[in-house]
C-alpha cells in the first residue's frame, strides 16, 4: 500500500469493503436440526431445564469438525425444529434458518428450497425384509453348488463306463442284453464310491481306474459329511420375500420414507396405495409385527443401523439403488456452500470422518448367518478331477490300443503286410496266405470224357 497509496474500490468507497467472509466472522448463523429424527446416532437432542437443549450425534459432530477445519470459523448455534425435514427445508427457503444439519436425504425434489453439501454418507437406497428358518427338507444336496453335483456324476459314470469296458469279456455278469449292461454300468459306477469289492477286477488298468477313483471319492465323502454337519448344526435363516420383483407380483405394502416415494412409483414401479410412510426403526419393526407391511426400503446410512439392531430378525436383499445419501442443506445461492464442500472433502482425507463414523455408527456385533455360499463348488477339487479322469483316460487309451494290437500275432506281420501291399507292383496278390490270412479259393472238380472217333 505504500508503493501503490490508497486503493480506490469500484462505487468510490475508500475503505476496504467487508466481503462474505468477513460478515461469516460476525454472524451467528442459524443452524436448524430436526427434533423427530428417526436415529439418534445421527441426530440426538436432548432438553433441559438447567443445562438447557444438547445436540449430538454423527451428522451434528460431522457438522462441527467442517466447521473448524474452514479458513474461518463461522459462529452458529444449533436450534431445534419441531417437524419433517421437509418442513424445515421450507423453514431454510424462507430464510427462518441458515442451514440445516441432520440425517437430510439428498434428492431432487428437495433442491427447490436448498442445495446441499456432498454426502458425508454411503448413497443408495436398500430392501429390507424379515427372515425365517429355512427349510431342512433338501438340506443333503447343499453342501455341494448344482455344478459339483453334475461334475461328481459325470466322472462317476466316465469311471463306470471305462471299467465296465475292459472287464466285459472277463465276466459273464457284465454281458447280456443291452439294457442288462446299461443297468451294470450304472450300477458298476456309483459302487466304485464306496469300494472296490464288487465284481472281481481282472485287469491291471481297471484296478488303476478303480484305486484312484475311490481315493478321490473317500475326500468328497468326508467334505461333503464335514459341511453337511455344519449346516444343519448352525441355524439359516432365509427371506421370506426373496426379490423385488416378487414384492412388486405380489402386490404386499411395503415401508417408505417419504422422500423415497417419487423413486418407487416411476422407477421401481410401486403403486402408491400399497406405501405407507414410517419415521424411526422401531416404527418400522412395529409395522412388521402388526403385518402391516411385507418389506421396508431404507435408505443405506439407516440400513445399516436397522440391521445392527436387528440383524437376527431383518435381513438385506436385491441391490443397491444409487440414490440419496446424507447431506447438509444451505439456502440457494449461498456462498458458504463452496467452503463447506472443501471441507468436508479435507476431514474426509484426513479421516476424521472415519473416526466420527466408528463412534457413532459402529454396528453391533451380531452372530454371522450361513448363507447358500457355503455350499461349495469344483474349485477346490480341480486338481482331484483332473487326477482321476486322467487316470481313467490312460487306463482306457491303453486297453484300446493293447487290443488292437493283439488281433496280430505281433507288429512286424502288421508292417511286413502294409510293405508288401504298397511296395509291390501288383495290386492283386495271387497267393493264398497273405499277412498270415488265409484266403480259402473252391475246388473245381473235372470229369473225365471219351472223346468220339466220329
Same mark, same amino acid.
Given at each position: 500500500?505504500?508503493d501503490?497509496?490508497?486503493?480506490?474500490?469500484?462505487?468510490?468507497?475508500?475503505?476496504?469493503?467487508?466481503?462474505?467472509?468477513?460478515?461469516?466472522?460476525?454472524?451467528?448463523?442459524?443452524?436448524?436440526?430436526?427434533?423427530?429424527s428417526?436415529?439418534?446416532?445421527?441426530?440426538?437432542?436432548?432438553?433441559?431445564d438447567?443445562?438447557?437443549?444438547?445436540?449430538?450425534?454423527?451428522?451434528?459432530?460431522?457438522?462441527k469438525?467442517?466447521?473448524?477445519?474452514?479458513?474461518?470459523?463461522?459462529?452458529?448455534e444449533?436450534?431445534?425444529?419441531?417437524?419433517s425435514?421437509?418442513?424445515?427445508?421450507?423453514?431454510?427457503?424462507?430464510?427462518?434458518?441458515?442451514?440445516?444439519?441432520g440425517?437430510?436425504?439428498? $434428492?431432487? +425434489?428437495?433442491?427447490?428450497?436448498?442445495? %446441499?453439501?456432498? #454426502?458425508?454418507t454411503?448413497?443408495?437406497? =436398500? &430392501? @429390507?425384509?424379515? $427372515?425365517? +428358518?429355512?427349510?431342512?427338507?433338501?438340506s %443333503?444336496?447343499? #453342501?455341494?453348488?448344482?455344478t459339483?453335483? =453334475? &461334475? @461328481?456324476?459325470?466322472?462317476?459314470?466316465?469311471?463306470?463306463?471305462?471299467?465296465?469296458?475292459?472287464?466285459?469279456?472277463?465276466?459273464?455278469?457284465?454281458?447280456?442284453?443291452?439294457p442288462?449292461?446299461?443297468?451294470?454300468?450304472?450300477?458298476?459306477?456309483?459302487?466304485?464310491?464306496?469300494?472296490?469289492?464288487?465284481?472281481?477286477?481282472?485287469?491291471?488298468?481297471?484296478?488303476?481306474?478303480?484305486?484312484?477313483?475311490?481315493?478321490?471319492?473317500?475326500?468328497?465323502i468326508?467334505t461333503?459329511?464335514?459341511?453337511?454337519?455344519?449346516?444343519l448344526?448352525?441355524?439359516?435363516?432365509?427371506?421370506?420375500i426373496?426379490?423385488?420383483?416378487?414384492?412388486?407380483?405380489?402386490?404386499?405394502?411395503?415401508?417408505?420414507?417419504?422422500?423415497?416415494?417419487?423413486?418407487?412409483?416411476?422407477?421401481?414401479?410401486?403403486?402408491?396405495?400399497?406405501?405407507?410412510?414410517?419415521?424411526?426403526?422401531?416404527?418400522?419393526?412395529?409395522?412388521?409385527?402388526?403385518?402391516?407391511?411385507?418389506?421396508?426400503?431404507?435408505?443405506?446410512?439407516?440400513?445399516?443401523?436397522?440391521l445392527?439392531?436387528?440383524?437376527?430378525?431383518?435381513?438385506?436383499?436385491?441391490?443397491?439403488?444409487?440414490?440419496?445419501?446424507?447431506?447438509?442443506?444451505?439456502?440457494?445461492?449461498?456462498?458458504?456452500?463452496?467452503?463447506?464442500?472443501?471441507?468436508?472433502?479435507?476431514?474426509?482425507?484426513?479421516?476424521?470422518?472415519?473416526?466420527?463414523?466408528?463412534?457413532?455408527?459402529?454396528?453391533?456385533?451380531?452372530?454371522?448367518?450361513?448363507?447358500?455360499?457355503?455350499?461349495?463348488?469344483?474349485?477346490?477339487?480341480?486338481?482331484?478331477?483332473?487326477?482321476?479322469?486322467?487316470t481313467?483316460?490312460?487306463?482306457?487309451?491303453?486297453?484300446?490300443?493293447r487290443?488292437?494290437?493283439?488281433?496280430?500275432?505281433?507288429?512286424?506281420?502288421?508292417?511286413?503286410?502294409?510293405?508288401?501291399?504298397?511296395?509291390?507292383?501288383?495290386?492283386?496278390?495271387?497267393?493264398?496266405?497273405?499277412?498270415?490270412?488265409e484266403?480259402?479259393?473252391?475246388?473245381i472238380?473235372l470229369?473225365?470224357?471219351?472223346?468220339?472217333?466220329e
Open positions: 500500500m505504500i501503490l497509496e490508497q486503493v480506490h474500490w469500484p462505487g468510490g468507497p475508500r475503505y476496504t469493503p467487508r466481503g462474505w467472509t468477513a460478515l461469516t466472522s460476525a454472524k451467528l448463523f442459524r443452524i436448524g436440526v430436526a427434533s423427530l428417526g436415529y439418534e446416532e445421527y441426530v440426538k437432542v436432548e432438553s433441559d438447567r443445562l438447557g437443549t444438547n445436540f449430538s450425534g454423527f451428522a451434528n459432530e460431522v457438522f469438525a467442517t466447521t473448524a477445519s474452514m479458513p474461518f470459523c463461522p459462529q452458529y444449533f436450534q431445534y425444529f419441531n417437524g425435514y421437509n418442513e424445515l427445508l421450507e423453514q431454510l427457503h424462507l430464510k427462518n434458518f441458515d442451514a440445516v444439519v440425517d437430510v436425504e439428498i $434428492v431432487a +425434489s428437495r433442491h427447490q428450497y436448498a442445495e %446441499f453439501t456432498y #454426502p458425508y454411503e448413497t443408495g437406497l =436398500v &430392501l @429390507i425384509v424379515p $427372515v425365517r +428358518s429355512s427349510s431342512k427338507a433338501w %443333503f444336496i447343499k #453342501p455341494f453348488t448344482a459339483m453335483w =453334475v &461334475l @461328481i456324476s459325470v466322472i462317476t459314470v466316465y469311471n463306470g463306463f471305462v471299467v465296465w469296458w475292459i472287464e466285459r469279456k472277463h465276466c459273464d455278469e457284465l454281458q447280456g442284453s443291452i442288462n449292461q446299461i443297468g451294470i454300468m450304472i450300477w458298476l459306477s456309483f459302487n466304485t464310491l464306496f469300494s472296490l469289492n464288487g465284481p472281481k477286477l481282472h485287469s491291471n488298468l481297471s484296478r488303476m481306474s478303480g484305486v484312484v477313483w475311490l481315493f478321490v471319492a473317500l475326500i468328497i468326508q461333503y459329511t464335514a459341511n453337511l454337519s455344519s449346516m448344526t448352525v441355524q439359516r435363516l432365509e427371506p421370506t426373496p426379490s423385488v420383483e416378487e414384492l412388486l407380483n405380489s402386490n404386499a405394502m411395503v415401508g417408505t420414507g417419504t422422500y423415497m416415494e417419487r423413486y418407487l412409483a416411476k422407477v421401481l414401479k410401486f403403486k402408491n396405495q400399497n406405501m405407507q410412510h414410517f419415521q424411526s426403526a422401531e416404527s418400522y419393526v412395529k409395522g412388521f409385527e402388526d403385518k402391516k407391511i411385507s418389506a421396508a426400503f431404507l435408505g443405506t446410512p439407516s440400513a445399516k443401523i436397522f445392527a439392531k436387528y440383524c437376527n430378525s431383518f435381513i438385506q436383499i436385491g441391490p443397491t439403488y444409487k440414490i440419496g445419501g446424507f447431506g447438509f442443506a444451505f439456502p440457494r445461492g449461498s456462498p458458504l456452500l463452496a467452503s463447506v464442500n472443501e471441507a468436508l472433502l479435507k476431514i474426509s482425507e484426513n479421516g476424521t470422518l472415519q473416526e466420527l463414523e466408528k463412534t457413532w455408527i459402529t454396528p453391533q456385533k451380531c452372530p454371522k448367518m450361513p448363507s447358500d455360499s457355503s455350499s461349495l463348488g469344483p474349485s477346490g477339487f480341480r486338481e482331484l478331477f483332473f487326477i482321476t479322469a486322467g481313467t483316460t490312460i487306463a482306457f487309451v491303453i486297453y484300446v490300443c487290443t488292437n494290437l493283439l488281433r496280430h500275432k505281433n507288429i512286424w506281420g502288421i508292417i511286413s503286410a502294409v510293405l508288401k501291399r504298397w511296395v509291390s507292383p501288383r495290386r492283386h496278390f495271387t497267393s493264398r496266405r497273405v499277412a498270415n490270412v484266403i480259402s479259393l473252391p475246388e472238380h470229369k473225365p470224357t471219351k472223346l468220339s472217333t
